[in-house]
């Protein structure tokens, strides 16, 4: 994607105005990390938007709210009261990339490779949505199809609210890669709510080795109800293979990929585990 021309409007109303005149012709330009992998040979005009003050985390009640345009490392050192965004953004890319890159960025378009959408889902995240007035969209639903069809009118992201993890709940995620700095051969994440030891209700979802992240409802259905044991989460990581399309690349069949997704459902449930009973770092 080409520039030709940046804005650097003075509020939220003003870079909806912009993007509402300039139609096709503008776009939204958070972090920039992005350009590099979008198509298009037609110069655009970018309304940025990193001077809106949309750079922020705060704890507001039962959510943190993350400004859009808050950068992955701010993000990856944030700390709160039972806060577990930290350990997928540490995973993604360089520091570097890192350093530019926003929350705003990797979630209105969802490339292959994006982790935060999978973290999203599974945490049942809030994405508020600014279209003269904010208003907020599930996970499920923003993530139903590719969310750039929600900012196609000159509407933007403004935050994401997580709710704050309640005590007996449990987060854990997986980052399978080639090397450190690689995009993702396989991202899991997983939410379970534990009571006396039994998982009452669970949330799985995962990206990269799917044609867009999912929820994985027959792994969270055969968690709910059984006892949060090794066995218990062995079996839900089986029924994966009947859960999504799983696809092959990059020199890996489709079954390896399942395979390697069975691994890591197994891994993010025992981390997810360990995390609701207090014991993870
Ligand atoms: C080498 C490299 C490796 C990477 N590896 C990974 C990886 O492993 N995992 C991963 O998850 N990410 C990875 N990323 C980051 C990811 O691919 C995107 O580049 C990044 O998330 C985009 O964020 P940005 O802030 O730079 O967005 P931008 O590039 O500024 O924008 C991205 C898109 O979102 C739109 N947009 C941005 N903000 C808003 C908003 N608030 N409202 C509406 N629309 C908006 C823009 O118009 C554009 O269409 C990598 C990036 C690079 C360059």
């Known amino acids: 994607m ?30 920039g990390t992005a350009l590099h992998f979008m198509q298009g040979k037609t110069p655009v005009t970018a309304v940025d938007i990193t001077g809106l003050g949309l750079s922020y985390i705060k704890q507001k009640g039962d959510f943190f709210v993350i400004g859009a345009a808050t ?55 809030r994405m508020v949505v600014y279209s003269g007035k904010e208003k907020e969209i599930p996970a499920d639903e923003y993530f139903a199809s590719q969310p ?23 987060f854990g995620s997986v980052k399978a890669t080639r090397n450190a700095a690689a995009f993702s051969l396989a991202t899991i994440a997983a939410l379970l709510e534990l009571k006396d030891g039994v998982i009452k209700s669970a949330r799985v979802a995962a990206g990269s080795a799917i044609p867009f992240p999912q929820r994985l409802k027959p792994v969270e259905a055969a ?10 989460f062995k079996a839900a990581a089986a029924a994966s293979a009947a859960a999504a399309k799983w696809v092959g690349g990059e020199g890996m069949s489709a079954d390896y990929v399942r395979q390697l997704a069975e691994v890591s459902i197994f891994d993010a449930l025992e981390r997810a585990a360990e995390f609701a009973r207090g014991r993870a770092e």
């Open 148 to 170: 750039a069809r929600l900012f196609r009118g000159g509407d933007l992201l403004t935050a994401v609210k997580i709710p704050v993890l309640k005590a007996h709940h449990g």
């Open 2 to 31: 080409k520039l030709s021309e940046f804005i650097r409007p003075d509020s939220l109303a003003a870079a909806r105005k912009a993007l509402r005149e300039l139609g096709p012709k503008g776009m939204v330009l958070a972090g």
């Open 223 to 232: 968690l709910v109800g059984k006892e949060a044991s090794t066995e218990t």
């Open 71 to 125: 950068p992955l490392s701010d993000i990856q050192r944030y700390r709160g009261p039972r806060w577990a965004m930290h350990e997928i953004c540490r995973r993604i890319s360089t520091h570097q990339i890192r350093n530019v890159s926003t929350i705003g960025g990797n979630i209105a378009r969802v490339f292959p490779w994006a982790d935060l959408p999978v973290v999203l889902l599974a945490m049942d995240a």
